[in-house]
């Protein structure tokens, strides 16, 4: 399986942009980028997902490379409630399934 | 709006004990993920089913096995538990061709 390289941890301030870089260097065309996020105890969350164009929905914008071997989630103004796991996942549509890497612990200050 | 609905949450067994997990996706969801996510670890892919039919096999012991029924609800089978397969079994489900999945609140499991 393909594989994403993630920073294991980021911090950030309450009310400030995030970034949230993913390399993907070994992904194929037919790849969709997914974003997904996990808070203590409970099951991971969708964010959103796109395949080569940039994309924007009410929680986040996934910015992905021209060559498509990196792409960041950007959170425009992190809360509180924020602070999680993030995911940055292939799925595949040839075998229909999504493979979590390490993840990005986000930290949130107030 | 109905979310994917995992039993039970929370199952204690003991070792080489049998469980059984039950997943119940989103109505009209025509696939169903299993993950494993032992404590501090990444959920592992172990499962999926498409139109009731298998269509994914991840890292899932022999010991364990898992089936989508007619109504679309999946259970996942495990015996002769080991203290190993303690961790959190998260159901997932989707329609979305492209990927987008939603996910149960998950079982604990404990082996003891």
């Known amino acids: 399986d393909a594989k994403t390289t993630q920073p294991n941890s980021m911090e950030s301030n309450e009310e400030e942009p995030v970034h949230l870089p993913c390399n993907h260097s070994t992904i194929s065309g037919t790849d969709y980028i997914h974003w997904y996020r996990q808070l203590p105890s409970q099951g991971p969350e969708y964010v959103i997902h796109?395949?080569?164009s940039n994309v924007n929905n009410r929680m986040a914008s996934l910015a992905i490379a021209e060559d498509r071997k990196s792409s960041t989630l950007i959170l425009h103004r992190a809360t509180l409630r924020d602070a999680a796991v993030y995911y940055c996942i292939f799925f595949s549509s040839n075998t229909g399934k999504l493979i979590f890497g390490q993840g990005t612990t986000l930290q949130v200050k107030p | 709006a109905a979310g994917v609905i995992q039993s039970p949450r929370h199952l204690i067994k003991e070792k080489r004990e049998t469980a059984t997990l039950k997943c119940y996706p989103i109505?009209?969801?025509?696939?169903v993920y299993w993950y494993q996510q032992g404590p501090g670890q990444d959920p592992q892919f172990l499962i999926s089913?498409?139109?009731?039919?298998?269509?994914d096999k991840g890292s899932i012991p022999d010991r364990f096995s898992a089936q989508q029924f007619s109504d679309y609800h999946s259970e996942l089978n495990m015996s002769s538990l080991e203290l190993g397969d303690s961790a959190l079994y998260f159901c997932?489900?989707?329609?979305?061709?492209?990927?987008?999945?939603?996910f149960g609140q998950g079982t604990r499991l404990t082996v003891v």
């Open positions: 997932a489900s989707s329609l979305d061709p492209t990927g987008e999945a939603f």
């Open positions: 089913f498409y139109e009731k039919m298998q269509s």
């Open positions: 796109g395949l080569t």
């Open positions: 109505p009209r969801h025509d696939t």
